[in-house]
């Protein structure tokens, strides 16, 4: 599956609303409304203002994922965040997604991502690892993991 990466300059929600089941909403973020309330999202999940979110579109211009970039320590350090993919997408795009965060990360100057994901969402998990995460820690059924784009982009 071929994945195009949008910048969502404009703050719009509703691509991912559209994409979104109410079952989904506990899965991208298991804090927020069910169903899906784009003046909470805008507000509070997404309200920082280093926040750069993307959606991701099929070949065909449809949208099926979305993700966001937060600043972490410094503005050479993003955090992945509110990874969703919908499930026509599934199965085999996991490479193709960790491109593209990587893409979007590089393209706001960032050196490192980290990401937390749950240790018990082995599909998740392991396309990290596959995609030359590094795991930092566990806590609570959450791994923190690390990439070094510095070093991946001179390899």
Known sequence: MALT??????GDLAPLAAMLRDADIPLLNPNAKVPFDEVEWRNKWLGDREDVSFY??????QDVGFFALREGIGPEVRH???VYLAEEARGGAAAELTERVEQAALELGALVLTLKVETDNAPAFNAYLSAGYEELSRRQGMALMRLDLETRQGA
């Open 56 to 61: 991701l579109s099929d070949v065909a211009g």
């Open 5 to 10: 990466l949008r910048r969502n300059r404009d």
């Open 80 to 82: 992945l965040t509110y």
